[in-house]
């Protein structure tokens, strides 16, 4: 048995204001809900947009590199995340890099990647799911959801699914300390035919661990992975 990952859900203080500004960039249709965003691509999972108060307090753990076919694509891929309400951002890169880093509208990090990096190539507008985290949680991530590793260098990981869609890597260490509540968090559901009770009972014999975030909802549990990010198994599709 293996866990499905179902979406990437952001905690937002307006929803509907976030998917429509992830819907820009990306290219994706909402959902009937506004507030979920259906792939447009071999992604392979949706975007959901949660209402939550929290501050936004440093870096996010995990944000968004998406490709560029050419400069010119980077340009105009920048240019419209700063037309739909993004901005840059300045987190110690310097002025010759050549990717370049935004911001959305709520201050959630993403990488706009210059073109002709070997790592994305064969990835497609979403080129990674880029997180600080350490090897254990790369290895419990390509357990978890049956994923094969396709890096694994200096305590570095990623993984894909075998379907295709964005690489998820981790950064290995130093893993900053993490504060509070992560703002992205992932949506799983045990695999076709699963039993929520097995698939929790297996992913803790992972290094998962039960978790109290204060928000509670029917056929829902909230895990943690060995780095601490939270993370929701749903009984099945939500």
């Known amino acids: 048995m293996t866990s499905r990952l179902l979406a990437l859900c952001f905690d937002a203080h307006d929803p509907r204001r976030l998917a429509r500004f992830w819907a820009g960039v990306l290219g994706w249709e909402a959902a009937p809900d506004g507030v979920t965003l259906l792939p447009a691509d071999d992604t392979g999972f949706r975007l959901r947009f949660l209402p939550g108060e929290e501050k936004k307090t440093g870096q996010n753990r995990t944000h968004f590199d998406l490709t560029s076919t050419s400069p010119d694509d980077q340009r105009r891929t920048v240019a419209r995340a700063l037309d739909l309400g993004g901005s840059h951002l300045d987190i110690g890169q310097g002025p010759d890099e050549p990717h370049v880093v935004l911001a959305d509208p709520e201050g959630n990090e993403f990488c706009v990647i210059e073109p002709g990096n070997g790592f994305l190539a064969d990835c497609g507008f979403i080129g990674a799911l880029a997180c600080d985290g350490s090897q254990a949680v790369g290895y419990f991530w390509s357990e978890a959801l049956g994923w094969p590793l396709v890096w694994d260098q200096n305590e570095e990981t990623a993984i894909r699914s075998p379907h295709g869609g964005p690489k998820i890597t981790w950064g290995g260490p130093p893993v900053a300390p993490k504060i509070g509540k992560n ?33 509670g909802e029917a056929g829902r549990v909230v895990l943690a992975d060995p780095d601490g990010n939270e993370f929701c198994l749903y009984e099945t599709g939500v």
């Open 183 to 215: 703002r992205l968090h992932f949506d799983l559901a045990p695999s076709a035919g699963g039993d929520q009770r097995a698939e929790i009972d297996r992913l803790l014999s992972l290094g998962a661990e039960r978790v109290d975030i204060g928000r």
